[in-house]
DNA sequence: AGCCACTGCTGAAACGTTTCACAGTGGTCC
DNA sequence: GGACCACTGTGAAACGTTTCAGCAGTGGCT
């Protein structure tokens, strides 16, 4: 193998060194039976020899799409993207092509720039889970013909594909698994996120709420839902909603909470139990994702579980047809949540111990 | 701005827009200063009317180097390398340059194949942490000209750069501070993996170990340091392995455990609490890596800590010098990892109650 | 002998960009 | 008034590949 300069050795030297045209090289790389066994032996030795490599950019060039998708999600760090992005890249493997994968890390301004990226490399379509409402971006990159699949958001309608989980249904179920164990103040963690999949959620949670009406039937008092500044879904931010809730006054405080995702249940529940709070008979969690270490949280957490690399797969499925070039039809799946009930939210808790101060 | 075809509008269409002339469009794009304003402004113009977006392929294609550098980690789900893969992101962006991040998953043909399409993609240089001994591919890497620097992997040899983290050193950590604790019997996890990274985390547990040689001071026996099958380094096999240690004979019961990494130890803990096993005066536990859901863990864990996102940063920098083409001289950087003690392991455990039945 | 079909290969065009030698145009200086 | 300069802009070559029209050779058929 030639040293130092394979990858600056192109067709055309592979030509000279086995005595036929490019053309013919091009033929053994593309479509090896139109070529002579013996001719297609003599190119490939040259291959071997001069550690040839395609060049892709010149294959892209020439043949005007790539061989990739982008894919571009909110937060690397959130396992549940991780566990999507696996699924994407299972189909994109499937099918040949290679996964572009950025984070946007929740910044509006990373989020742009990597779109820019991806039009530059001409990738065949693009999976995004984007930030707050749809940029301008998004729709520049759909005018320019590029496909993009939203990600973990409803798609507002029915121009692109967009694959979701009926996040509001996620909410509701969390709150009222609550309220079904007793609790009557409950906080909504993160929902100071302008993330339209946050807002749902709390949406749902509040209906939950709202739906108990006045005086329970259990005869405790009206519930309600509360919301703390805070718009981060990290488990440090988890961590600084504890030192919050522990601050309030014991008849106003809650005695459970319903976290916008995984991470900020995990950092909720760490710093209680290192307060001594007692996970779940002082206090109740649930979680969103049920990301693998929900089940290995401080306290085993409930979390409402969303079909992490089906939703990836699902997505990519969907933009690989709209890229395909065929007679696409956008599609809206949604997939439903399910409620993982664990040790954080098991304890009952009697409703008329928690009435309220009159105010 | 076009309909439907901006990406496929090239320069020369803007060129004509604007009437000028292609290598005028070029340098409005690239040295903006050669032109003067009134075309420069109406060049500009020009590109918004029409969408024009470069292609990154031709551009590469003439400059004959890329503006990206790949990055292929272990697993993707480890937040080590999510960490890790930050660290380079932010290098990476300040030269302008953007990542290829790939996931081997621990699979060498998966490994084989993403070096595989980066050297199609003839990224600038390859920061990879690779799976057991050094791949040819690898070598095939250096040779056709592709700087390779390992991460998280120490160098067999000057010839190229690493960079690591003192692996015995860590496993030595771990493994002293149980011993100091009392511990007498201690499994280490993960050790059948092949990586050399946990090999040298056993070894260091293992010199620790036999450094206290016969009976110890504190009048309790020779201690050991177990092995159990198993090569995993996730969450599901920590679960598997605790119910292996209590499967075990309680006279040959490990009281500890060393993980090879937090994702072991956190699944570990969680098995062990949900049996009813009182962690750490029953059992201890440390882990590896130190990563965010360490603190949050079952128990909150004790770990070795890595630097992580400086691990990547230090990483992405030598490759940025060494890619960068003046006189690179090669380094092998090694970090010191630290102990980070939390409840995980913090009771004291008498050795004389640890006293092996005689064989 | 003439024609055809088939096989195997060639050589050039084209993809979209950057770069570079060069040309045109005024202005300045001697 | 000529030489020189700075400033703008032009147009073609080149990057490495794929594709395609076409050519040469071969063998079979009439």
Known sequence: MSREAALTTSIRDVAG?????????????????????????????????????????ARHLRAGRS???????LDIANPFFTDVARGVEEVAEAAGLSVLLFNSGGRPDKEAEHLEVLAEQRVQGVLMSPIAELMPQVWAMRERGVP??????????????????????????????????????IVFLGGA????????????????????????????????????????????????????????????????????NDLLAVGLLQELVRHGVDVPSSFAVVGYDDIDFAAAA???????RRPRAELGRRAAELL?????????????????????VRESSMARRDPAADQEEPS
């Open 148 to 185: 993009v699949v939203l990600l973990d958001r409803r798609s507002p309608g029915p121009e692109q594909c967009a694959v979701a989980v009926d996040d509001v249904l996620g909410g509701r179920l969390a709150a009222e698994h609550l309220l079904e164990r007793g609790h009557r103040r």
């Open 320 to 340: 690989l047809d709209e890229a395909g070039g065929g007679h696409h039809h956008h599609e809206q799946p949604v997939f439903e949540p399910t409620l993982v």
């Open 298 to 304: 401080a306290v085993p957490l409930s979390s409402v």
């Open 67 to 73: 061989r990739t998708i982008g894919l571009l999600v």
């Open 17 to 57: 060194r086995a005595g036929v045209s490019v053309g013919t090289v091009s033929n053994v790389l593309n479509r090896p039976d139109v070529v002579s066994p013996a001719t297609r032996e003599r190119v490939r030795s040259a291959i071997a020899e001069l550690g040839f490599v395609r060049n892709e950019s």
């Open 193 to 260: 996120s302008t993330l339209p999949q946050v807002q749902e959620r709390r949406a749902g949670a509040q209906a939950a709420v709202d739906a108990v009406g006045g005086a329970g039937a259990d005869g405790g008092p009206r519930p309600s839902l509360l919301a703390l500044p805070g718009n981060e879904l990290t488990v440090a931010a988890g961590r600084e909603a504890a030192a919050r809730i522990m601050g309030l006054p014991v008849q106003r405080r809650p005695t459970a909470a319903v976290c916008a």
